[in-house]
Every structure is written in C-alpha cells, then in structure tokens.
C-alpha cells in the first residue's frame, strides 16, 4: 500500500528510487520521508514543517546505518534534495522568518538522535580495540550525516554564522564532538588509528572559526541580492582554491538559474536550468553543456525528453508538441533525423526515416481511419506509392 501511495504521489521520484536502491526497499520508511517533506509539494503555510522534515529525514537514515540496517537514503534523490534546497532558498527575503528557521536548526542539530545513539553505543564499549573501530565507523557516518545537512540548508549558511557566529558544518562538529567523541576521548587517544581524528576535532573545538581548515567543502554566498543586482549569486560548495564544486545553485543577473552539481566552475552532474523566460531543463551537464539525458521544456509549451550534445537534441528522444502531435525517434543537430514516427494531433501516424526534419526513404503512413499507405517519402512528399491497405 505504501509503495503505491509513493508511486502515485511521486512518480518520477519512485522512478528514481528504484534505480538508485541497492537493496531491498523498505516502502513504509521511504513512505514516511516523503510524508515528512509533504510529498514534495510547496506549500508557503509548512516551510517550517518540510524543514523540520528534512532534519527528521537525514536523522533517522544515520541512525539506521549506525544499527546495522540502513534504511534507503531519500536524500540521495536529486529530486528530494533540490525540493529542499529550494524551500530553504525561498525564504531568503523573509528575515524574520529565516531568524526562527535558523535558531530551529540549532535546536534539531543539538538533539540529534544519531548523536545520542552513538554516544550510548560507545559508553558500552569495554574493549579497546572495539572501541577505537567503533569510533572510526561513527566518525565516517556522521561526516556522511554532516555533508547531507550542509548540502540540504546551504542557503542558511551565511545567515546561520550572523545567529549563532558559526556556520552549520562547524556546529555540528562541535555537537559532535562534545556530544560523542568528548566523553570517550581519555579511552581514545592512546589508539595511533584514531589519534588524527582526535586532533582534527581538538583544532576544530578549540577553534571553531577555523572550519576552513577542517574540511575541504567552503561556502559562497554573497549577500548583496539588491545591492548589486548585475552580479550573479551563488550559494554553494566550494573546493580549496574557490571554484565552484560539488553543490550549488547559481541565480544570474538576467534571470536565469541553475541549481545542482558542480566541477571546476562549471555545471556537472544532474542539474536543473530554469530561463527567466519560463523554459526550463532537467537532466545531465557535461562541463557546463546540456550533454547527457534530460528533460526540456521550452517557451512554446513544446518538451523533449531523450539525449543532448551540446545543448542540442541529439540521439533519441521524443518530442511533444503543444498541438498534441509527438515525435519519438532518432534526433541530428536539433531535426527528426534518422528512424522515427511521428504522431499527429488528429491520430495519423508515419512510421519511417527522417532527414533534416522531413520524411525521406521508405515509410508507412497509417491514417486514423485505418487506411495504410507504404512508400517512398523524398524531401516530406510521397514519391512513390507500393500499395494501400484498408
């Protein structure tokens, strides 16, 4: 029953569960995610809830690991991640609002289940060998838990530092440390496996300003949305030498937006590009070209979803028109070229070769009153007629 709830509330983030999931999929927990973050659906009266949601979600799946019995990571959905993303980001311009959701996050940070369950698992530890290994496996699921936090609310980031005078990935490291690693520390610190582990949180604790040094993932986000209107505005990740890498969304002064992953400056990755002028596409970058598969919706009304090169339709794919006729076939340089049919509006069908758009080499026509027509097509005319069927 879950599992087709899902379905059918979320048909495209279903879709994409079932390819990422390596294992058997428990439908009720997935089924709860999605009903924590209101099946993916905005709604200005439950920003609080859905974010709140979000924080519940990425808490339960740690936990889950931490047990032995990982439950299906939502987030890894491009889909549910950018839902979020763009929850949080929409509230930008509402400063009050921000102030609460913000003093909220650090509440739900510094009450995570994950922490109070690691911390009672390592209390439990007699052995120190166990122990040291247990500390390593808790340090790499939280540093998981932590870069799914920090990707979920970057947009918090900068506002999160003038609240608490920290940003979230250095608040969490503190929780952390104090909350899990701290009071095991003593039994720790003679194991030469977890002794770097130990000094990278005694740095971080000590001085908590000096995240930049910890981790590898930077944020950029400049503040000046109206100061500088002609300025492009990111907020995102960012590498050691400031480019723009791994993820992040980008709103250009003209308009257009572009929000998922990053590769040296450049778009990479699953990703979405939304024009100011309504069109939108969903899909793969390739160094910052539409190259892969993806779904494009143009200003016509018109969409394609199948394979790009470049920005280009290319390869296979189908194309609805907003007149209602549809192509799906093979695509050169944007035209129908190569194998296709084409589907009209009023149930004709043509099903043959293409070139540069046009019907070219042999075909067969079959009419919505049921008649087929075979032949040969030069430059979209029927040149030759082999017989007719009704």
């Not at 000590?206 to 300025?231: A, L, Q």
């Not at 960012?238 to 990053?262: A, M, P, S, V």
Request: aromatic share 12%; with cysteine; hydrophobic share 30%.
């Amino acid at each position: 029953m879950e599992e087709q709830e899902v379905q059918t509330k979320c048909p495209e983030t279903f879709t994409s569960i079932l390819k990422l999931a390596d294992n058997e999929l428990n439908w009720a927990e997935i089924h709860q995610d999605l009903e924590e973050l209101n099946w993916l659906q905005k709604d200005t009266t439950k920003e609080d809830d859905i974010i709140n949601g979000a924080w519940k979600v990425c808490d339960r799946w740690a936990v889950s690991v931490l047990e032995g019995e990982p439950i299906f990571k939502i987030t890894k959905v491009n889909r549910v991640k950018m839902f979020v993303n763009e929850i949080v980001y929409n509230l930008v311009n509402n400063k009050e609002k921000l102030r609460q959701v913000c003093l909220a996050c650090k509440k739900q940070g510094s009450e995570l289940a994950f922490f109070k369950k690691a911390k009672t698992m390592l209390s439990a530890e007699n052995e120190e060998d166990k122990l040291c290994a247990l500390a390593l496996t808790i340090n790499n699921i939280y540093k998981d838990l932590k870069q799914t936090f920090s990707a979920l609310f970057m947009h918090l980031d900068k506002y999160l530092t003038l609240e608490i005078n920290k940003n979230l990935a250095t608040f969490l490291d503190e929780q952390f440390f104090n909350q899990v690693i701290n009071p095991v520390k003593f039994q720790l610190e003679e194991n030469p496996q977890v002794k770097p582990l130990l000094d990278e949180y005694d740095r971080n604790y000590i001085s908590p300003s000096s995240y930049g040094g910890y981790s590898s993932i930077g944020y950029s986000s400049y503040s000046s949305y109206s100061s500088y209107p002609k300025e492009n505005v990111y907020l995102g990740e960012l590498d050691d030498d400031g480019r723009r890498t791994g993820y992040g969304k980008i709103t250009h002064f003209n308009g257009d937006t572009y929000e998922g992953y990053w590769e040296d400056d450049k778009p990479h990755g699953k990703g979405i590009y939304s024009w100011k002028d309504w069109g939108r596409y969903e899909g793969d970058f390739n160094k910052g070209a539409i190259s892969g598969n993806g779904k494009r919706i143009y200003t016509s009304g018109n969409v394609y979803v199948g394979e790009f090169t470049n920005g280009k339709k290319q390869g296979r794919g189908e194309l609805r028109f907003k007149n209602g006729d549809v192509y799906e076939g093979e695509f050169d340089d944007e035209d129908f070229h190569g194998k296709g049919r084409y589907t009209w509006k009023s149930g004709d069908v043509f099903e043959g070769t293409f070139k540069r758009d046009k019907r070219e080499g042999r075909g067969t026509l079959t009419l919505s009153t049921g008649e087929v027509i075979e032949g040969e097509w030069k430059d979209g005319v029927m040149c030759q007629q082999e017989n007719t069927q009704s």
